[in-house]
């Protein structure tokens, strides 16, 4: 094959580009399919969001192939992604064992790790990404409202029981004033995901603030009251903490790291304080009878490998009732036990750590949306699986690259 005849990328960006933009509208095709509770499009068994994400990879693949980069993976990000296929043969080996179906997509997530690993992208190419990413998902978000208040796109069903327990439950400072009434739920989901998303906007814009970023704040913002989840705000909190904390620039650069810690705690512990006396429950979750309680008890009869989602879903009594586990890491280790969940803290802790020697060296926003997801699962499920790439672990890889890649150390361990 003549390659001349073909163009050749001497960056990452064009090959990773085409596969979050598959990412992005997978998801957004299936939170279609599931306001219309049908298929848009199917073929064996896999729906249009499914297949989009599929055919994102092969254009990815295609485009891999012509590209020559001359970055070059640091050990740690050849531990971290070693860590992430480890994680992925060990949830493929659960998931036989659970005698479970699944998506397709799990077929394209080592290849695109090791993609990744032989041809990395560079610290500048990877916050272009993830500026792309935030833009789409921020854009994601304003189609949907206009869509929905143009009646082009139904809104989430809530029964009006439940409208009923959250108004009294909950401050929901939008309710009725954009044109929906009670809590937003948003193209993510439910209203928590989208909350979720509206707090990473928040963060992203906050710790890259510049005049081009300011849209970005003001949705995410917007969203974040518009969804009002608790969990959401507390993740923001904890990702603005991480930012005071960390930051080497502006007027707080000149407190000392010691005073902001000690200011930064008192408020976090305020916070908590706070929505535990508001919500000492955390509305069914913690307590005896509670929703974690329930799965507690379930995980107990398959600690190792967990139950499966599937037999979670079939459970009679309050784990099928509760739509999830309302909590990430006991999601985890109910469905894929002690080695599901520990499978995917490796990778986490790898992040974690890179990340606060990103942030104690360069910038702080990297760590500043690690933790928001690392927050949120405490009280939601963000993810209910690593076999495939959601819009959310994809985040991760990207943000977790710009830590790892400007680390040249060796690796601890």
Known sequence: MDRSLFPVFRTATP??????????????????????????????????GILVPLMGFLVSFSMWIFTKSTVSSSEPTVAFLAA????????????????????????????????????????????????????????????TYFLELLNLLPVYFIPEEVRLFESGKYWIPLDGFLGFEGRWSGPFGYNSKTGFVGALLVIYSLGNFKLRNVPILVIGATTLLATDSRGAYIALIMGIITLMVFTEKGPLANISRRVRIIVAGSGAAGTVLTFWVLNPNLTGRFGEGGIWAAYVELFQTSPIIGVSRYAMSIEPGLVSKSMGAHNGYLEFLVSTGWV???????????????????????????????????????????????????????????VTLISTQRDTSKIPF
């Open 15 to 48: 090959y990773l580009a085409a596969f979050t933009i598959s990412l992005a509208l997978g998801s957004y095709l299936n939170y279609v399919d599931n306001l219309y509770s049908v298929t848009l499009l199917e073929f064996k068994g896999q729906p249009l």
């Open 84 to 143: 992430l296929i480890l994680a992925w043969v060990g949830h493929f080996i659960v998931l036989i064992l659970h005698d479970n179906s699944t998506f397709h997509t799990i077929w394209v997530c080592i290849p695109v790790l090791i993609m990744v690993g032989i041809k990395p992208p560079s610290i500048s190419q990877l916050k272009y990404l993830l500026a792309s990413l935030f833009w789409t998902l921020a854009i994601a978000i304003v189609l």
């Open 340 to 398: 599901g969940l520990i499978l995917i803290l490796i990778p986490l802790f790898i992040s974690l750590v890179y990340s606060v020697r990103y942030a104690l060296s360069a910038n702080a926003w990297p760590l500043a949306l690690l933790v928001v997801y690392l927050f949120m699962n405490v009280t939601e499920v963000i993810d209910t699986s690593w076999l495939s790439f959601s819009i959310y672990t994809w985040m991760i890889l990207l």
